[in-house]
């Protein structure tokens, strides 16, 4: 035997045995390691996407930020960045570097802990895939083992697949095709040689080397990538200094805050129906009714509005308590009853309760529209007369007796109906009120969608019972649908990954009749047009509203319609506590629906709304609501149901008083 053979033999003994007694260590230690064929159901969690009606990307719901991908759709340069700086023996090996790994376990051994790394692209999965993140002699070896597993059983091409699907890059994003759309607000296969370095750059430390955290380690760390690519062979020496000085540019942050209230009610409503799993794990497509820029429109215009009335409130008294304004606004497309825009307050950061679908607050006259419609469903019309006088009546909510006065201080004698509307007289709705009952007033209420409690007492058509401000804008939304209400919405389908589709169809049931719907849009456009709700002719198309404001001023309401989009907004403090003298409906909440729906109806051309068959207009005596007469005062026209039109001449009238 040639001597220079027997230290060769010697060691490759010793190797054998180190080799021997590590396998029989890991099998008697390590039998119950996970089975790496359950990876053939591999399915990681995928993120839930939330997308407005024409489709945009407005939210994402996840635990794991993930988009997945096949291998033909991973860029080559990314794949060949992340071989060149973690593993350049990829394709050589089994899942695991003898010598690294030997190197790297005798530091370990002499430190009593995991000092150095000496993982391979393999090992890396299996400890992303199957193990917790504990620096520890036993975890490294399970590491190893389930490496070697995962080798034998699948191909290189199915490891990377794996592996860029699974890996963290950093800011919330698993996988390759969440950190290009992360940093770079585009998918991976459009992403630059430079970029592909950047992203094979931060997975070995994430929170170090994201540009978003450390834009300087993060192009320091680039061009080691992109150095160890040329040394490797996959670019060229012009293509990596092109790539070394190309500029990292970083997608702009979403401004998913502008529809953070709704995509919360949206997330809410997911889980109910999903559970947490089915948001956060199974890649939901989620397709909402949401009109992009109407809800840009309606942020744009609460933040207007409340910037206006606060700075009024400082100049008058300031805010000693410290209280923040609160607005609320939705959107509603009549026939269809989806919400097309929602603001549920001015910061969704301090305080995430949507006060448009969470809060009850009193509506002061906003209310009054539901008794007007019981009113004509009892045989009034538009020009029946109300005796706008003193009363008294009995009411639980005044001990002792209560006195309605209207706004304006005084008493307005006969008016018609329409008078009493668009002026928004206490006193004379108080004294319809009584007519009508309590009883046909809250089942009016009840067709029109609201389903908050109603106390049956005089002080109810004030706005005496609390509702919420989509209750009432879903409501006065059946006027402009010919009576029809459609169920408020927010979701159309939900699309699951394996293409099955879950759709929302619109419902609606009959509210009032088709004729009496008209009748209420039209006392309601005279809101507009020469009563309180006057702001509204701003919008410069036809549109039709009612304010509302409680006693003290704490709540300020605006409500009303165009023919397709039906809008509400409300104004106060959470807490009850005056806005101020003067802050009516009108002037602290008017603003606020006028601004949006000038956007939000833009340049569409101005629809009008339709008259049904079944109602005629007429020339009527404006002073009794009879039939004209070159006697009697001034005429004016009017509309009336058939068969519901005066009979008489207003001249009866004024002989019947000689």
């Known amino acids: ?73 991973i860029p080559k340069y990314a794949v060949k960045a992340v071989i060149a700086v973690e593993d350049s023996r990829f394709y050589r090996h089994r899942g695991v570097r003898a010598l690294s790994l030997l190197r790297a376990l005798a530091a370990d051994i002499r430190a009593r802990r995991i000092v150095q790394g000496g993982s391979t692209i393999t090992q890396q999965l299996a400890k992303t895939l199957f193990l917790t993140s504990e620096k520890t002699l036993s975890r490294k070896i399970r590491e190893m083992a389930l490496a070697l597993l995962l080798e034998l059983k699948y191909t290189k091409q199915e490891l990377l697949t794996m592996y860029f699907n699974q890996i963290y890059f950093g800011s919330g994003a698993y996988g390759i095709e ?78 998913t805050e502008q529809a953070a209230w709704f995509l919360e009610m949206v997330r809410q409503w997911l889980e109910q129906q999903y559970g947490s799993t089915g948001i956060y794990r199974l890649g939901l497509e989620v397709r909402t009714t949401l009109d992009y820029e109407m809800q840009l429109a309606a942020q744009r215009a609460v ?39 929602l603001v549920g307050g001015t910061d969704f950061k301090q305080s995430q309760f949507n006060r448009a679908v969470q809060a009850k607050r009193q509506p002061g006259s906003a209310f009054k529209p539901i008794l007007y419609l019981a009113a004509l469903e009892t045989g009034y019309t538009p020009a029946t007369r109300l005796i706008d006088s003193p009363i008294e009546v009995d009411d639980p909510a005044f001990p002792g007796g209560w006195k309605p006065v209207n706004y304006q201080r005084r008493f307005f004698g006969p008016v018609s109906l329409r008078h009493a509307l668009a002026d928004s007289l206490n006193v004379a709705s108080v004294k319809l009120f009584l007519d009508v009952g309590s009883r046909r007033v809250i089942d009016s209420a ?56 879950d759709e929302n169809r619109p419902s609606l049931t009959e509210a009032a009749t088709t004729q009496n719907a008209f009748l209420m849009t039209s006392l309601l456009r005279s809101v507009v047009e020469v009563g309180t709700g006057k702001i509204a002719q701003k919008v410069g198309k036809p549109v ?17 319609f165009s023919p397709r ?27 606020i629906w006028t601004g949006f729906m000038t956007d939000a109806l833009g340049a569409s051309e101005a629809a009008e709304f339709e008259k049904p068959d079944g109602i005629s207009e007429i020339e009527i005596d404006s002073g009794t609501g009879l039939l004209p007469d070159p006697k009697c005062g001034v005429a004016a026209a009017e509309y009336f149901r058939d068969g519901t039109a005066p009979t008489r001449s207003c001249k009866t009238m004024l002989d019947s008083r000689r």
Not at 51 to 69: H, M, N, P, T, V
Not at 305 to 334: D, F, S, T, Y
Not at 455 to 484: K, Q
Not at 567 to 590: H, I, P, R
């Open 178 to 255: 969440s950190a290009a759309r992360v940093y770079f607000g585009k998918g991976a296969k459009d992403l630059t040689l430079a970029e592909c370095a950047l992203m094979g750059a931060i997975p070995r430390a994430p929170s170090l080397y994201s540009p978003i955290n450390n834009m300087a380690k993060a192009r320091e760390r680039r061009a080691f990538v992109l150095a160890r690519m040329r040394a490797e062979g996959y670019i060229t020496s012009e293509e990596r200094a092109k790539a070394d000085v190309e500029p990292i540019t970083l997608a702009p942050t979403r401004r």
């Open 544 to 560: 039709a509203a009612k304010t509302g404001t409680t006693d003290d001023y704490s709540d300020a309401w605006f409500v009303g």
């Open 303 to 341: 933040e207007s509005g409340v910037r206006e009335l606060e700075a009024r409130i400082k100049k008058r008294r300031g805010n000693p308590e410290g209280l923040q304004l609160q607005a609320a606004l939705v959107a509603v497309e009549p026939a269809t009853g989806d919400i097309k825009a």
């Open 1 to 73: 035997m040639l001597p220079f053979r027997k230290p060769f033999i010697v060691a490759a003994l010793l190797f054998g045995m180190v080799c021997g007694g590590l396998a029989g260590y890991l099998v008697a230690r390590f039998s119950g390691l996970p089975d790496v064929r359950k990876l053939e159901e591999y399915a990681p969690p995928v993120s839930t996407k939330v997308y407005s009606a024409d489709g945009r990307l407005i939210g994402e719901f996840f635990q794991e930020k993930r988009e997945l991908l096949n291998y033909d759709q």
């Open 565 to 591: 989009l039906a809008t509400g907004v409300w104004v106060g403090y959470d807490v009850k506590k005056s806005l101020g003298e003067g802050e009516t409906g009108a002037k602290a909440a008017g603003p």
């Open 446 to 501: 009840r067709r029109l969608g609201i389903t908050s409690d109603l106390h049956p007492f005089p002080s109810l058509v004030l706005g005496g019972s609390e509702v919420t401000l989509l209750e009432l804008t879903s409501a006065y939304s059946a006027f402009p649908n010919r009576g029809m209400l459609a169920r408020p919405a927010f979701i159309r389908t939900v699309r699951a990954r394996d293409g099955t589709v």
